[in-house]
Each structure stands twice: as C-alpha cells, then as structure tokens.
C-alpha cells in the first residue's frame, strides 16, 4: 500500500487549500478507510476527517467541522481534503492514512490503528 498526499501550502487566515491523497492498488477504497491526521511541531497527530470504504459522509474533529470536508473518488483512488476558512492554528503536518475497514474511522480510532500512511504535506496558515 503507497500512500501519496500532496496540495499543501501556504495561504492567508480566511483562505482555502485542496489536499489529495493518492493510493496504489486496484479497488482500494472497497478494502480501505481513510483518513486526515494533521501534527503540529510539538504536538500529537491528531484525528482530522475519516470516510467510510463504503460511504460518502465524512466523520470530523470538531475543531475542523462545517469548514473542512473529506471526500474520494474511486476511479481516480485519491481522498481529498477540502478545508477552507483556515485559521492559524490548522498549520501543521496534514497525513493522509488508511485502514483495514472493520476500523473505525472516526476520532475514536488513535492514529496507531492505522498502518498505512503517506509522506504528509505542510500546510501554514498565516494570520
């Protein structure tokens, strides 16, 4: 399983950014839950946004809910993550990560029940 985020970047409080996270393998979403972790320099990953192998709602922090939204497109096998009215304090690391599908893929599930993972993108906001 590879693993690979990209779109991050820098942009202003208020703004927008698209992250992707491209995936190896046919058929991987039918086999996978996915997810958004985000590590601040210092700080724990923490649980951003997860989506179902099977559904198309997302589950989220609620630091991140009603501005940011999961989504995948399974004939391309990437997973997005759409964030906009970005603040300061969403600068971090942003890794995308996959799961066996019996996992949760909510924030109750730590970042160590996922085993896969992509190389992470920074993404800065300034204020």
């Known amino acids: 399983v590879q693993l690979q985020a990209s779109g991050g970047g820098l942009v202003q409080a208020g703004g927008s950014l698209r992250l992707s996270c491209a995936a190896s393998?046919?058929?991987?979403?039918?086999?996978?839950?996915m997810a958004w972790f985000r590590q601040a320099p210092g700080k724990e990953r923490d649980f951003v946004a997860g989506?179902?192998?099977?559904?198309?709602?997302?589950t989220y922090a609620d630091s991140v809910k009603d501005r940011f939204s999961i989504s995948k497109d399974n004939a391309k096998n990437t997973v997005y993550l759409e964030m906009n009215s970005l603040k300061p304090e969403d600068t971090a690391v942003y890794y995308c990560?996959?799961?066996?599908?019996?996992?949760?893929?909510?924030?109750?599930?730590?970042?160590?029940?996922?085993?896969?993972w992509g190389q992470g993108t920074q993404v800065t906001v300034s204020s």
């Open positions: 393998g046919r058929a991987f979403f039918s086999r996978y839950n």
């Open positions: 990560a996959a799961a066996p599908r019996e996992i949760d893929y909510s924030a109750a599930s730590p970042s160590l029940r996922y085993p896969y």
């Open positions: 989506i179902s192998w099977k559904w198309l709602t997302g």
